[in-house]
């Protein structure tokens, strides 16, 4: 036995807005988790301080990558578009510009004031990237410093397992090695 609800012209019309509210409701909340999602991965990148920059890198890459926004840094700047250009030219064109400029976006929203000056005459993310890690180059310097001086000071104080101690110089030995300086 099958049984058919017949509707009238009233309830149809309200069946239909309901699916209708209900299709925006969804597409509402899909909406609101994505920006959700956007802020929380986009806060997982650390602020670059003068220590950081091969974190804060790593992170950004990263970031832009999960997003599909590290086209302007896979590829070069196509050639700019003219009355010629194809269909496919103009793609690969809006998705390079997309891909650049939320990318600044998102780099120059992580990266205090003071270290903006030299880089926001910048355009492209890939020159804006490279002047970046020229600066930080140096760091590189004060970062196995910091390193080295943190390896020659450690003591075991007994207040932790010894495994743990010996993992944490391990660690330290491993960080001065991924920056080329050699323990003897």
């Not at 104080?157 to 991924?178: F, P, Q, T, W």
């Amino acid at each position: 036995m099958v049984l058919v609800h017949a509707y009238s012209h009233a309830d149809n019309t309200s069946a239909q807005r309901k699916t209708v509210v209900w299709q925006r409701f969804v597409c509402t909340c899909v909406d609101i988790m994505s920006v959700n999602n956007v802020f929380t991965t986009l806060n997982g990148i650390p602020m670059l301080n003068g220590t950081n920059f091969k974190t804060w890198k790593n992170k950004v890459t990263l970031v832009l990558g999960c997003m599909d926004l590290d086209y302007a840094l896979r590829e070069p700047c196509p050639a700019p578009l003219t009355d010629q250009s194809s269909l496919e030219d103009r793609r690969v064109f809006e998705r390079w510009e997309r891909s650049n400029r939320i990318g600044l976006m998102i780099m120059k929203n992580t990266i205090p004031e003071t270290f903006l000056d030299t880089t926001s005459d910048k355009r492209d993310i890939k020159q804006f990237l490279d002047t970046l890690e020229e600066r930080f180059v140096r760091s590189d310097k004060a970062e196995t410093s910091a390193t080295l001086k943190k390896l020659v000071s450690m003591r075991y104080k007994g207040d932790r397992n010894i495994r743990e101690y010996v993992l944490d110089m391990c660690h330290l030995a491993g960080k001065l090695k991924s920056l080329k300086f050699e323990i003897p």
